[in-house]
Structure formats: structure tokens, C-alpha cells
């Protein structure tokens, strides 16, 4: 990925970027040729290959771009979703990764607010968190709410997920269904499931309770 308009988009410019391809043609180990896969775009903060093509976060979009001539540039562009927020530039969504469920995961920074609209609902993130994103369904949905800048996510042998916060400096942070951060909005509690309505117990009643946060 290249881009030019990083860190401000100016009023009235036209979409610059771009993706490069890098080949290796003599088999030196050295990149001695470049082949633009995909222009006009704006400030690109990931990309991922996928479906014979590839998955690209477009500032408040995320295209699908395929080649279907061969010839490493791509002739079909496609708005997968859209709706991500741009207020903070060095907080749009990034760093997309394939779990072991099949989904594409990716985040996205505290400084930015997205409202999504999918064949499944509206999704909105009021700030930093995880997405995890279905493409043959368009399924979209937040695994973890929280964090500051989180340009880190891996998944371990075992499909564990970790991020970590390249703002928050608290290190590899576990990441799970339901997860929310103290980062995440008025949240007081530092990780745990998102909260739920008390339940009440009767007398006799040895079922467990579950108290807010």
C-alpha cells in the first residue's frame, strides 16, 4: 500500500493512493519490478487476500478487488461495507487478519465512531474495538469494545486472539466475545463480558446470578 495523503485528506482532492505489487522476476530475493494493482484510493490502512481477489480497508469503506484478466491490476472494485468513521486518520480500521472460524477480523481505533449498515442490521462502534466479518454472508459483528490504538491482532495455535495497544502500554491484551475494555466508552471495569440486567433469586433458587458488569 502506498499513500500520499496520509495523514490529511484536504478538501476537494481527488483519491491518490494506491496498491503496489512488488515481483521478484530473476529470483535474486530483490523486487525488480512494480505493477500498480489499484489507484484512487484514499488513505489504504490494510489489505488482505481473499476470495481470488482481495479485501481493502478505504478509509470509511472496505473494497473487494479482484484481477480477472491476469495481467496484476484490477478491473473489479466492489463496496463491501461502508460507514466507518475518518475523524482520526491515524485510528481507521486496519490490520486485517483471517481467524480460524473462516471470518476476517480487523480493528479499529478509539477516536473513531461507525455506523454500518448490513443485510443483518445496523452496527455502530462508538470508539476503539475488534470486528469480525463474514463476506459470503456480509455478516458484521464487534467481538471486544475497548482500547486505544490497537495495530496488533494474532490468533495462536490454539484460535486464541491477542491484541495489543500501540497507545494504551499495557501490552498483549486477550481477546474474546463479548470483551470490554476500560477504553470502551463509560465502562469502569478493566476486561469481562458486557454487562447485564441483575437477575433476581428467589429463596431455594442455587442457579447462579448475574450481577452488572
Known amino acids: 500500500m502506498s499513500s500520499v495523503t496520509y495523514p490529511?485528506?484536504?478538501?476537494?482532492?481527488?483519491p491518490i493512493d494506491q496498491?503496489?505489487?512488488?515481483?521478484?522476476t530473476d529470483k535474486d530475493g530483490k523486487a525488480d519490478k512494480s505493477t500498480v494493482f489499484a489507484s484512487d484510493l484514499q488513505i489504504p490502512t490494510a489489505v488482505i487476500p481473499a476470495d481470488g481477489g482481495c479485501y481493502v480497508a478505504n478509509s470509511t469503506e472496505i473494497l473487494?478487488?479482484?484481477?480477472?484478466?491476469g495481467d496484476l491490476k484490477a478491473d473489479e472494485r466492489q463496496v463491501v461495507?461502508?460507514?466507518?468513521?475518518?475523524?482520526?486518520?491515524?485510528h481507521l480500521v486496519h490490520t486485517f487478519r483471517h481467524g480460524p472460524d473462516g471470518q476476517m477480523h480487523f480493528n479499529q481505533s478509539i477516536y473513531i465512531h461507525s455506523h454500518i449498515e448490513t443485510p443483518w442490521g445496523l452496527r455502530r462502534l462508538m470508539g476503539g474495538?475488534?470486528?469480525?466479518?463474514?463476506?459470503?454472508?456480509?455478516?458484521?459483528?464487534?467481538i471486544a469494545k475497548g482500547l486505544i490504538n490497537p495495530w496488533g491482532y494474532e490468533f495462536d495455535r490454539w484460535g486464541q486472539s491477542f491484541a495489543t495497544d500501540g497507545a494504551g502500554s499495557e501490552g498483549i491484551n486477550y481477546i474474546f466475545p463479548g470483551a470490554v475494555f476500560a477504553t470502551s466508552g463509560c465502562q469502569t471495569h478493566r476486561q469481562g463480558p458486557e454487562p447485564r440486567p441483575a437477575q433476581t433469586v428467589r429463596p431455594g433458587d442455587h442457579r447462579g446470578r448475574t450481577l452488572p458488569g
Do not use: M
Not at 496498491?19 to 521478484?24: G, H, N, R, T, Y
Open 129 to 142: 474495538g475488534v470486528w469480525e466479518f463474514r463476506p459470503e454472508t456480509r455478516k458484521l459483528e464487534i
Open 8 to 14: 490529511q485528506i484536504k478538501p476537494g482532492d481527488d
Open 81 to 90: 461495507l461502508s460507514g466507518f468513521g475518518t475523524e482520526d486518520t491515524h
Open 64 to 69: 473487494f478487488l479482484k484481477d480477472t484478466n
Open 19 to 24: 496498491i503496489v505489487v512488488l515481483e521478484d
